[in-house]
């Protein structure tokens, strides 16, 4: 990275806490100053707007949360011992974010979405791609033979995001994680339902063997 890249970056690692904590409108430049130690000449060298900060730092923060989630899927092997890490990663991240001031996701979708275009239509294309990635886990079952092949792997993704983000929204309210794990337990009951009966080897939706046998 050149020195203008790290400086860039420097500022967008500073800044997103205080983003994700005081929200876009909350935020001021002179927050980022003080984080940054950076004068404002400092900050607009590197970002022609605050807003521009906003969106990288969404950017940023998003693709640390990725990056975890993508973590907790690769530690198991079957698609379902995939679905029920990340189950059970959501039942804790609710009372226990690992990004300070909570869910990134949840934090810019409620404030951008009458107020910031551009926040919100990247925010859309976050949960389309988490979406995504969870018909991808299922569809991933049903080619291998570990889940129905009735199973509506695109319904379920959608239930299973709405109802996590929520959830999410609820411990926070509330400084506890019990509604949470009603929808955790409700969702790894959705899991268990679609695994085809009689599979070998299936333990809680976690299946042993080879990596390179469930590619």
Known sequence: MTKAERTRQFIIEQAAPIFNRKGVAGTSISDIMEATKLAKGGIYGNFATKEEISVEVFDYMMEKVMEELRVVAA???SSGGKLYALLDFHRNYAVKPTMIGGCPLLNFGIEADDTNPLIKRRVNEVILAMEDSIVALVERGIRYGEFRKDWDARSFAIRMFAMLEGGILISRIQNNNRQMCVIV???????????VAGEKGVVGGRKGGKEGERK
């Open 185 to 195: 337990d409700a969702l790894k009951a959705e899991v268990a339902a679609n695994i």
């Open 75 to 77: 530690s198991e092997i």
